[in-house]
């Protein structure tokens, strides 16, 4: 099988999310098939190559646009094309797939996310990877960010957004999503698109043992509004009643690219913010607990496999676990974002009561290793597509 991949990110090293997600799909597709990796580089990055992506035929690179210019701004307003798809709209990728695909047939095209749909040239055997439901994850920005005029810009890109949603449900070869709910979302708008689940997952043999300390953690991207907004509101909001009762506990924000917001919190006693860091996993090998108190965003969250991975208890907002198959009490801990005794709560559960710690830490560890190891969700994507390829379902 032969798959061009077409990414408008680099997807390493994996500093988030969707670059780890981009990563272990590409490195599962090259070791099944001829891979030829398409993306954007961004400012300041060195593109990639075979070093660092060996699994792949041919890697190659274009640089990314400079984003939310005042002319693709005006245009996301008058315009079929919102800013979010505009922002990836590059000639030079144009003329890069036209290439590729020009010297020799490919069997797929995997798009990675809607962002890159302008490049499906009317392809038949198209795939789309959904990191979220972009026009629900911008809904929901819409209804949380503070200006009303940001608001307002989010909600018409939102709308639009979801026109093309539906325009690439009905034309597409197929969709991978990241969970459940998300399929039946999909198939609620399109009932006869091809949709199916490839979650995200976890490298569960990656962590070191655990030793518990006073650490609670917070792990994400630090420029990308959902982390900023939980950072700041659980800091700010929840963190004063977490030291008037637990005073040893610390809280690290750790994550690349922390903006100006996120830095300020560092002032505030009790808390780090780490800033960009090499690895993870040394966080994770210290910490207490990990928290994920998001309140806004879409698609599931890596940082909480990670955690369970590396042994760490999770409480999560519910919407932080939106997608998960996790279970309540058993191997998550689950509360409101504004709840302060909920944490409260939560946190006395991993300080005080180790047994009810070792119980979640043992039934997160078995989830991950069943059901969320990269190794079996690459092989699911790469079976799915050679269904599809041959006329299965």
Request: charged share 25%; aromatic share 8%; hydrophobic share 40%.
């Amino acid at each position: 099988m032969r798959i061009l991949f077409l990414s408008p990110r680099q997807c390493w090293p994996t500093r988030s999310g969707a670059k780890l997600r981009e990563y272990y799909f590409a490195r599962a597709l090259g070791e099944r098939s001829e891979l030829t990796y398409l993306h954007f580089t961004e400012p300041g990055s060195e593109p990639l190559t075979r070093k660092e992506l060996p699994f792949c035929r041919e890697v190659a690179a274009i640089p990314k646009p400079a984003p939310y210019g005042a002319a693709n701004l005006v245009r996301g307003v008058v315009g079929k094309w919102p800013v979010s798809i505009l922002n990836y709209t590059s000639p030079e990728m144009s003329a890069a797939v036209q290439r590729f695909t020009s010297a020799a047939p490919f069997d797929l095209i995997h798009l990675d996310s809607i962002h890159m749909m302008r490049y499906a040239n009317g392809a038949s055997k198209v795939v789309y990877n959904w990191h979220n439901i972009e026009s629900e994850a911008m809904q929901r920005y819409s209804a949380t960010v503070s200006s009303r005029a940001r608001s307002v810009y989010a909600h018409l890109t939102a709308s639009k957004l979801a026109a093309l949603e539906r325009q690439i449900l009905k034309t597409a070869l197929g969709h991978i999503v990241c969970s459940d709910r998300e399929k039946d979302e999909l198939r609620r708008i399109e009932p006869s698109a091809r949709v199916a689940v490839v979650e995200n997952g976890v490298a569960v043999s990656g962590f070191p043992e655990t030793a518990a300390s006073s650490k609670i953690i917070f792990v994400g991207l630090m420029d990308y509004y959902p982390n900023i907004e939980a950072a700041t509101s659980f800091t700010q909001g929840i963190w004063p009643r977490v030291r008037e009762k637990f005073p040893e506990l610390t809280l690290w924000i750790v994550g690349a690219n922390p903006v100006p917001a996120v830095k300020e919190l560092g002032t505030l006693p009790g808390v780090t913010v780490t800033g960009t860091v090499p690895d993870v996993r040394p966080y994770y090998r210290d910490a207490l607990s990990a928290i994920v108190p998001l309140r806004t965003g879409g698609g599931t969250r890596l940082k909480i496999l990670e955690a369970m991975a590396a042994g760490v208890p999770v409480i999560s907002t519910p919407l932080g676990a939106e997608g998960l198959a996790v279970t309540p009490g058993k191997d998550i801990l689950l509360t409101e974002p504004d709840d302060a005794e909920g944490w409260l709560r939560h946190l006395s559960d991993v300080v005080d009561d180790k047994d009810q710690r070792a119980h979640l830490v043992q039934a997160a560890l078995e989830l991950t290793r069943t059901r969320y190891d990269w190794e079996i969700l690459g092989r699911k994507l790469f079976e799915t597509y050679e269904d599809w390829l041959q006329g299965r379902e």
